[in-house]
Structures are given as structure tokens and as C-alpha cells.
């Protein structure tokens, strides 16, 4: 069973940065697409950003030239650099994988596998 476990969340001023980490207990081949998604109050889940195991990538139209998704293989963990915070991107922010290598679903929120989640909060 692939375990995630997200940290880093926590709150910042608009204009902050904050680096989410998502390590996972699981093997490579296990969580071939991983991603970072995100569940602002009140609303949906949305993607954020998502990586395969060959390194190629997607971001959302909101984060893009803000926020950064890189993989750490050797240790199986997922970071989410994200610089420049503003307001509206305050939510729960959660790390998700997939044993399937996505070729055009990167960002789709039907990931088999969810971490509990990590907080973050941008205030004005």
C-alpha cells in the first residue's frame, strides 16, 4: 500500500514562499505520476503541478512562473517550491501518486493514492 506524507505547510504574508515536501513509502514503480493538488475552503480539489518518473511535467495556468515541481528519486520524496504566494492560493495541499505513468492526465484529480494533506494559509 503507497503511503504519502506531506509537510512544510504553514502561513505566510502574500509575496511568501513556502516549500512542500511529500515523501513517499512506497517504490518508484509504485508512484510512476505524482503530484501536488489543492482544496481551497469551500471549493473543489484542483491540481496544482505533477511530474512523471521520466521527469516531464505539467503546472496549473495559476501557479505557472510561481510555483516549481521537482522529485527526489533516490529518496522518493516530491517537493512543490512555490514563491510569490498570494491569497487565493490558500488551501489544503495534498500529495498524490499513481502506479500508471500518465501520459495526458497529469493533473487529473483521479490519483488512486492521497497523503492526509498539509495546510497553507496566505494572508494579505
Known amino acids: 500500500q503507497v503511503q504519502l506524507v506531506e509537510s512544510g505547510g504553514g502561513s505566510v504574508q502574500s509575496g511568501g514562499s513556502l516549500r512542500l515536501s511529500c515523501s513517499a513509502a512506497a517504490s518508484l514503480d509504485e508512484t510512476r505520476s505524482m503530484g501536488w493538488f489543492r482544496q481551497p475552503p469551500g471549493s473543489m480539489r484542483e491540481a496544482v503541478a505533477a511530474i512523471n518518473s521520466d521527469g516531464t511535467s505539467r503546472l496549473a495556468d495559476s501557479v505557472r512562473g510561481r510555483f516549481t515541481i521537482s522529485r527526489d528519486y533516490a529518496k522518493n520524496t516530491l517537493f512543490l517550491q512555490m514563491n510569490s504566494l498570494k491569497p487565493e492560493d490558500t488551501a489544503m495541499y495534498y500529495c498524490?501518486?499513481?502506479?500508471?505513468?500518465?501520459?495526458?492526465?497529469?493533473?487529473?484529480?483521479?490519483?488512486?493514492?492521497w497523503g492526509q494533506g498539509t495546510q497553507v494559509t496566505v494572508s494579505s
Open positions: 498524490a501518486a499513481d502506479r500508471a505513468w500518465r501520459k495526458n492526465t497529469l493533473l487529473e484529480v483521479t490519483y488512486p493514492y
